[in-house]
C-alpha cells in the first residue's frame, strides 16, 4: 500500500479487501489489538472543524493502545499565523508517527504527503476527496450485506456536489454486476465525468430518474444524501421537488425487506426521525464501521503487523 | 529569397531563416497567444507572426516563425500550447527536423490552476504542476486538486 492516502484510488481492490479483513478482525478480537499502537502518536491536524471524523480517529488510535494529539479547528494551528502546509508537517513528522488531516483547501493533503516523513491520511479536503468516507462505505455494505458485487445501489439526493458519492460510485464500479440508480433532480445529476468516462466507458448498467417512489422496491441499498435549498435555480423547483427526496417511514414501506439506508452524516430532514428505529436504517452503525476501518487502515499504514 | 503567403488577396514576404524554427498548422486565432506563452515577447530575435493564413487543410491557420539559436528551446510545449501545430526547426537555411510533438507528462509552472479551492490558490510558493492524465484527449489535470485544465483561451 502507498504510504499515504489522499484519495480512495490509492487503495487497490486487493489491498481494500485485505484492510475490510483486517477491521473484520479487529471487530471481532479488540483485545488482540489493544495494545497493537503502544507508544504511537497519531496527530490530528484539523484545518476546519469535523468533529465526527476527528473523534473517530482518535477513538481509532485510543483502542489501538496509541495516543493523540492535534487541533480541531485553523484558529488553533500555526496556519493562522501564515504557516504553509508544508511547513507543518515537517514540524509533525518529528512529533507524531502517523497522521489525519482536514483541510478547506483541495489537495492540501497531497502538499502535506510529499513534504512528511511520516504516512497522511486525507481526513477530507474541500469538495476533493474523503477516502476513510469511502472504506466506511463500503466496509459498511459489506459487513451488513455480505457482499460488495451483485447488486442494485440507489443514490438519491444532490448526485452533482457530493463527493462521497462519487468516490462511492467509483469504487463499486470494481465489483460484478453492479448497477445505478441515480435518483436526483435534473439540476444535481451525477456529472458528465462519472457518467460519461466511468459508467458509459465501463458499460455498466445504470438508470437516472427524479422520483425515489418509482425505484424504491427494486434496491438492495439506498445512499441518501442531502439537497440543499441553495442548489436549485429557483424556489418554485425546490417546492415542487424537495419532498421527493425526504425518506419516511411511508417511502420505507415501498422498499424491500433487506434493503439498506446509508448516509455520510449529518443528516438534516433528508431522513425523517421516524426511519431511525427501522432496522435497514443503518446509517448510525455506519459510524461504527467507520473506527473500525480507520483502525485497520492506520496498523495498515504504520506497518504493525498482529498474530 | 523570400517565401510567398497569401491572406485575403494581400501578399506578405518573410525573409529566409537561417537559424530558428517555423511553428506552422497554429489553430487561426492562437497564435498571438503562443506568442506569448512561449515566451517569444521577452525574446531579442526576430518573430514573424502570420494570422488567418489559408490553410487547404485548417481553412485558416496562424504560423510563428522565430529566427534564433534553435537549442534554447523546449520543443515538448509546442504540442503542449497547440495539439495541431507542426515545427520546422532550420539550420544553415536548411529544414533539419521536423519533430514529432508530443505532449510532455507534467507542467511544472506552465499553466495555473483556476480552482479557487485549490491549495495552490491559498500557498502562492507551491509550484504549479499539472499531470498528463488523459493522452489521448490531452488531458491535463492539477496534481493537487486534480481540476482539469482546458487548453484554449
Ligand atoms: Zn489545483
Redesign the pocket.
Known sequence: MKKSIISPMDITVDELGALMDLADDIMKYPEKYAHACDGRILATLFFEPSTRTRLSFEAAMLRLGGKTMGFASADSSSATKGETVADTVRVISSFADICAMRHPK??APAVAAAHATIPVINAGDGGHHHPTQTLTDLFTIRSLKGRLDHMTVGFCGDLKFGRTVHSLIRALVNYTDVRFVFISPRELTIPDYIRNDILIRENIPFEEVSRLEDVLPRLDLLYMTRVQRERFFNEEDYMRLKDSYILDKKKMSLAREDMMVLHPLPRVNEIATEVDSDPRAVYFEQVRYGMYIRMALILTLLEIKVD | MSEEIKTNGYKLYVGKIEEGFVIDHIHAGRGMKIYRDLGLDRLDCSVAIILNASSKKMGKKDMIKVECPIDQFDMDFFGFLDPSATVDVIKDGEIISKPKLKLPEKLVNVVR?H?PR????GEAQLDQVFILTDPLRGTYR??????AYKNED
Do not use: R, V
Not at chain 2, 492539477?142 to 481540476?147: A, D, F, I, N, P
Open positions: 483541495e489537495g | 490552476c480552482n485549490c491549495i495552490t490558490s492539477c496534481k493537487y486538486c486534480e481540476t
